[in-house]
């Protein structure tokens, strides 16, 4: 079996978000990038399912500029076989799945994280599935495989469903689906020698702009109460906050 | 402009969120047609209108009581093209979002997700979303003449402006293809609030010390209505489900009211609530991160200070 990883390149939770350049540039200054944690339980999950089905290979790819490398890398030092950057700016949800699309010939699943953190859009698994024709689901908290057909568990609102397809199929990923990995010295050595093949982007419009960014309008101080006056905090949960 | 508004039924009554959409649609001006899918009352469909809907297509397949993305989504791109509409809108959820996903691929729009207001219409189409875990915003512009929008909670007001809706019967054929996936079982903690929808929630952490303390944190929600959530930590020990973990890898909350007892306040538990309109936190340790990101704040022992809070709840009302 082929198995194709999406993986975003993206700021790590802890990050303090700031922009530049009149709020048109994201500030990478002292920010660390990592694998998207949703994509890093999609990495694990198939790198389990290539421990568990013979002859299966695992590809990454990752839509980014020459700067993700590192990223990439350590999804190779994780257990991935080979990768495929394709070099642009991952700009918006479309942009990014017809990228995908273009270089997903012949795999049999396709897996990446929910969403990434960053543009937080959720839908490229939906749109990677519909420009190749394929059922896709998200986000799933478990996938087994048996034989041509996938067993799923998918999270929606207040509880969980069971789902199934066959294969190809798109998943966007989520925990529990499988534990994170971390790589052994091993898979770090290893990984440098891995192939990594740099494609140019397929002449894609846009079909959005983001023309600028903005932070959040900052939050007034908090209001201590003692914790001997409790009802104080209800009365000005009523006629304060007007939230009761 | 035509707006087409997905209305998503859940035991065969409307969303919440869905008439938060219609009353969008209704705000951007021009003609709001909504579109129902499966078996749903008359006078569900027909309470639309007072939210602003002029027409309501039901599709009453009963096939599609389940809710199957695909075929939602082939039903929806046909109704795009045969209402000419101009814009889907859609309110968040696990089925909405990659509903309109893929109707944005067929009808070959221009998509945005997490849009938090009113599009801006000065110079192009221009939305407002929320990125970075709602740590910033974005402005986009929509270039293509089709546009499927899909909306964050509280984007716009369930308010009613006092219209009626006709009630139009519509059907799409339907091939194998759109029921590729198969559900085959559906677990929902049912009579619950549910957690993404509620206006007011109450969470725990590690502070709650195990399991078998959740009871007084349910009075508590009890007396206020609301629903529970968790932090990572706890749905991680197993002491609460999954799907009641709230943060930057849980669910996203956007409740009027977000009480949160005995959670530190981990930027990865604060990016799943910062869009609550007013945040309480309750913890012992007065340097609790939390308590920079709250409106009121307690410094107290989570078992002296709830069964305190839910009887000032209960003599409040």
């Keep these: 079996m082929k198995i194709l990883v999406c993986i975003s390149h993206v700021p790590d939770t802890t990050s303090k978000i700031n922009f530049t350049d009149g709020g048109t540039k994201f500030d990478t200054n002292g920010v660390q990038f990592i694998i998207g944690p949703y994509d890093d339980y999609a990495l694990a999950r198939a790198i389990e399912l290539k421990e568990s089905i013979a002859g299966t290979t695992v590809t990454v790819l990752n839509v980014g500029l020459a700067d993700t490398e590192p990223t990439i890398r350590k999804a190779l030092a994780i257990g991935a076989d080979d990768a495929i950057r394709v070099n642009a700016e991952p700009t918006d949800s479309y942009f990014v799945a017809s990228q995908i699309a273009a270089n997903a010939q012949g795999y049999d699943l396709i897996l990446m994280g929910r ?72 898979g770090i050595m290893s990984a440098r020698t891995k192939p990594l093949k740099v494609v140019e982007a397929t002449s894609s419009d846009k079909t959005v702009v983001t023309q600028k960014f903005e932070l959040p309008a900052p939050k007034g101080a908090v209001k201590m109460i003692s914790a001997d006056n409790v009802s104080e905090l209800v009365n000005l949960l009523k006629t304060e906050a007007k939230v009761l | 402009m035509a707006v ?50 002029q027409k309501v297509l039901h599709v009453a397949d009963s096939k599609l009581d389940q809710p199957v993305i695909q075929a939602y989504a082939s039903v929806l791109a046909k109704a795009m093209q045969d209402e000419n509409a101009d814009v889907l809108v859609l309110a968040n959820s696990s089925l909405a979002t990659p509903v309109g996903a893929k109707v944005a691929i067929k009808a070959k729009a221009s998509f945005a997700s997490n849009v938090v207001e009113l599009p801006s219409t000065a110079s192009g189409f221009v939305v407002k979303r929320s990125i970075y875990t709602g740590k910033a915003f974005s402005m986009v512009e929509m270039k293509n003449q089709k546009k499927v929008i899909v909306l964050k909670k509280n984007a716009a007001e369930a308010k009613e402006v006092g219209g009626t809706a006709q009630i139009v019967p519509y059907s799409v054929a339907l091939s194998d293809a759109d029921f590729a996936t198969k559900i085959t079982a559906t677990e929902k903690a ?49 002491w609460r489900p999954h799907h009641e973990h709230v943060g930057q890898t849980g669910v996203k909350v956007a409740p009027q009211l977000y009480i949160a007892i005995g959670i530190s306040g981990a930027i990865q538990h604060l990016a799943g609530v910062n869009s609550s309109k007013c945040i309480v936190v309750i913890n012992k340790d007065p340097e609790a991160p939390f308590f920079k990101a709250a409106d009121y704040g307690i410094v107290g022992d989570a078992f002296d200070v709830l069964p305190k809070l839910t009887e000032a709840v209960k003599s409040m009302k």
């Design chain 2, 4 to 53: 087409l508004v997905f209305v998503e039924v859940g035991e065969g009554k409307v969303r919440k969120s869905s008439l938060e959409a219609v009353a969008y649609a209704h705000l951007m001006g021009g003609g709001v047609t909504a579109i129902a899918l499966g078996t749903v009352a008359a006078s569900e469909l027909e309470s639309l209108g007072k939210y602003g809907a």
């Design chain 1, 115 to 186: 969403e990434s953190i960053d543009y937080n859009g959720g839908v490229v698994h939906a749109m990677v599935g519909e420009l190749l024709g394929m059922p896709s689901l998200s986000p799933v908290m478990k996938l087994d495989i048996e034989g041509t057909k996938v067993k799923m568990s998918r999270e929606i609102e207040g509880g969980k469903e069971s789902v199934e397809a066959n294969l190809p199929l798109v998943a966007g990923c989520q925990e529990p689906i499988a534990e994170w990995k971390i790589p052994n010295m091993r």
């Design chain 2, 190 to 238: 049912s009579g619950d609030i549910l957690l993404p929808e509620a206006e007011i929630v109450v969470s725990g952490g590690r502070g709650m010390k195990g399991p078998e303390h959740w009871g007084i944190l349910e009075d508590l929600a009890k007396a206020l209505h609301a629903a529970t959530g968790c932090s990572k930590p706890v749905s991680d020990m197993n």
